[in-house]
């Protein structure tokens, strides 16, 4: 069974630095691009950022390139994202997925919240 | 960016009763349209790919149709576990991006 657990999440000030990571087993890992989503309070769903199978190509929102960074390690079949210089625009629950099956994002997470306030 | 917008943004609807959801695209997006349903946990299920493809493990009452900008969700009969958030999404183009939402309530 696909399961993917983030953590990390929690509460920080503006300028300050996250890092949330996504646990991943039932799949082969280091076969799949990985993403974050990540939906504001009572807002839609965002793309946040990619990154391919091996890590060697990465994909950001225009909003947080330069402040976030995506990462993996296959070995631990883990997935992160690195959050700095935090905004209080980025107060969300972030959502990590996976395409496996089919062209859509058919596996997230169960997401994990992210409040940027002082 | 392409724009994706659903209607309506609310519907109340009743047990067995057919809906339709729709997505519009801000340009053509050549039927990469994906739908999604979130439950108030948060919890998120894909439902349809490729504008007409079910998930697996997808009721069929649920469909999809649509070409060009112009693209819907289909419920034949509302069963009680439908009543929840839809959410359309393009992947024609990066950023992939998401409609605003339509909330399924319980007339």
């Known amino acids: 069974e696909v399961q993917l657990v983030e953590s990390g999440g929690g509460l920080v000030q503006p300028g300050r630095s996250l890092k949330l990571s996504c646990a991943a087993s039932g799949f082969t890992f280091s076969n799949y691009g990985m993403h974050w989503i990540r939906q504001a309070p009572t807002k839609g769903l965002e793309w946040v950022a990619s990154?391919?199978?091996?890590?060697?190509?990465?994909y950001y929102r225009d909003s947080v390139k330069g402040r976030f960074t995506i990462s993996r390690d296959n070995a631990k079949s883990t997935l992160y994202l690195q959050m700095d210089s935090l905004r209080s625009e980025d107060t969300a629950t972030y959502y990590c997925?996976?395409?496996?099956?089919?062209?859509?994002?058919?596996?997230w997470g169960q997401g994990v919240m992210v409040t940027v306030s002082s | 960016d392409i724009q994706m917008t659903q209607t309506p943004s609310s519907m109340p609807a009743s047990l067995g009763e057919r809906v339709t959801i729709s997505c519009r695209a801000s340009q053509g997006i050549s039927n990469y349209l994906n739908w999604y349903q979130q439950k108030p946990d948060g919890t998120i299920k894909p439902l349809i790919y490729?504008?007409?493809n079910l998930q697996s493990g997808v009721p069929s009452r649920f469909s999809g149709s649509g070409s060009g900008t112009d693209y819907s969700l289909t419920i034949s009969s509302l069963e009680p576990e439908d009543f929840a958030m839809y959410y359309c999404q393009q992947y024609d183009s990066s950023p992939w991006t998401f409609g605003g939402g339509t909330k399924l309530e319980l007339k």
């Open positions: 490729y504008t007409s």
């Open positions: 997925a996976t395409r496996i099956t089919t062209t859509s994002f058919d596996y």
């Open positions: 990154i391919s199978p091996s890590g060697g190509s990465t």
